[in-house]
Structures are given as structure tokens and as C-alpha cells.
């Protein structure tokens, strides 16, 4: 199955009946992690600045989620009235630039994020499944003829890995483990085990054997 081998998000694996409350809660949670109301002075600067020259910052991570959103959106009612149309790259790393993501009010981006997620979701909730199973050529990971079903797929998973990259970011600013605590704790649903043996390796595992001290073994997250 075609998998992220980064965060190990599998698009097959997200049935359509799901995808409009998924895509309903991005912008809830996006501002649980990016508008925490305990967040220390100077959280605003530390979210428009980058770790590194080479990594985007937390701000610049949420503009792109938001335009991924309302794109994506614009892909899906394309290929509502167009037969497998082409769908126009959307140029991210030059939008980070070009569109001055870092200068962007955090506070309005997230609102606007609240409002592309409920947009999204109020299209997918109406889609029919032949409209899921519509088509168009999507670019991104690479040139490939895409239902829309896995359009909607594809954003969820842009939300939710860069959330994780926001949060990694912002998580230590924001004392450690309350992010964590946040989290449901009488519920969830696991939907994939990935193990990371080495750095910037993932394997996707079928069982897992998991412990309070050491996590999943023969992860190293611990390690660094």
C-alpha cells in the first residue's frame, strides 16, 4: 500500500465515509496545538521562526495547510464538472515566499484554517460514491492519476503530518508534555503502528511489542 515514509500515513487505509469528520476537526485541532490558552509570552515570534534556514517554521507550516486545504477544495469541484482534468501545481516552496508565510498573524491563520477545514468537509460530506471515485492528475508526490477520494486522503494526511511537525517544534516552548496530556485519554483508534529503527527510517509493523519503559521495541526515539 502506497504509505508516507515519513509519518507512515497510508491514503488507502482512510475510508471516504470518514473524511468530512476528519477533515471537520483539523481546525480544532490545529489551534489546541497552535493557540494553547496557557502559551507563554513570546510564543507568536517562536512560531514564525525556523529552527533551522532549511526547515519552515510553525506559522509557515499552518499557511501551507490552510492553501493546501482551500486548493484541494478547488481540485475536488474541478473534477466534479471535468473529466481527470490537471490539476494546477500549487508551487509550495515558493508560496512560503512569495506569499510571506513567516510574516502571517498566527491568531488569522488558524481562523482561517478553522474555516478551509469546515469548507472541505461540507464538499466531501456531499460527494456521492462516484464523485469519490472521480479522477484527476494530481502532481505531488509525483504525476499520478488520483481519485478524489484519495485527494481528500492526501489532505488529511498534510494536516496531520505537518501538526506533528508543528507541535515538535513548539512542544518544548510550551513546556513539554501538556500537548501529550491533552490528548484523549478513555478513547482512540489506532490506525497504524510505525517503528523508527534508525533515523529517517520507518517500518510499518503488523504487531508491536510495547512497554511502559522502553515504547514500541526496536524503536529509537529514544536514542535522539
Excluded at 48 to 54: D, G, H
Excluded at 99 to 104: G, I, L, M, T
Excluded at 118 to 136: I, W
Aim: proline share 5%; with cysteine; hydrophobic share 45%.
Amino acid at each position: 500500500m502506497e504509505h508516507c515514509e515519513i509519518c507512515g500515513f497510508v491514503w488507502e487505509l482512510v475510508a471516504s465515509a470518514e473524511q468530512a469528520s476528519r477533515l471537520a476537526e483539523i481546525g480544532s485541532a490545529y489551534r489546541r496545538v497552535l493557540l494553547p490558552p496557557d502559551r507563554p509570552a513570546g510564543w507568536a515570534e517562536r512560531a514564525s521562526t525556523r529552527p533551522s534556514p532549511e526547515v519552515w517554521s510553525a506559522v509557515e507550516y499552518a499557511c501551507h495547510v490552510r492553501d493546501v486545504i482551500l486548493t484541494c477544495r478547488e481540485r475536488i469541484l474541478l473534477a466534479l464538472v471535468q473529466d481527470t482534468p490537471v490539476c494546477a501545481p500549487m508551487f509550495a516552496d515558493e508560496r512560503v515566499l512569495g506569499a510571506a508565510y513567516a510574516s502571517e498573524d498566527l491568531g488569522d491563520v488558524v481562523a482561517e484554517i478553522e474555516v478551509a477545514s469546515a469548507l472541505l468537509a461540507r464538499q466531501v460530506a456531499r460527494l456521492s460514491k462516484d464523485q469519490f471515485a472521480r479522477t484527476g492528475v494530481y502532481g505531488y508526490p509525483q504525476s499520478a492519476e488520483r481519485s478524489m477520494a484519495w485527494v481528500g486522503a492526501q489532505v488529511i494526511h498534510e494536516a496531520e503530518h505537518h501538526l506533528v511537525d508543528i507541535s515538535a517544534q513548539l512542544a518544548p516552548f510550551a513546556g513539554g508534555l501538556e500537548l501529550v496530556r491533552r490528548a484523549p485519554k478513555d478513547c482512540g483508534r489506532v490506525d497504524l503502528v510505525v517503528r523508527r529503527p534508525d533515523v529517517d527510517d520507518r517500518e510499518i509493523l503488523d504487531v508491536a511489542h510495547l512497554t511502559v519503559a522502553e515504547g514500541i521495541e526496536g524503536d529509537n526515539w529514544t536514542a535522539g
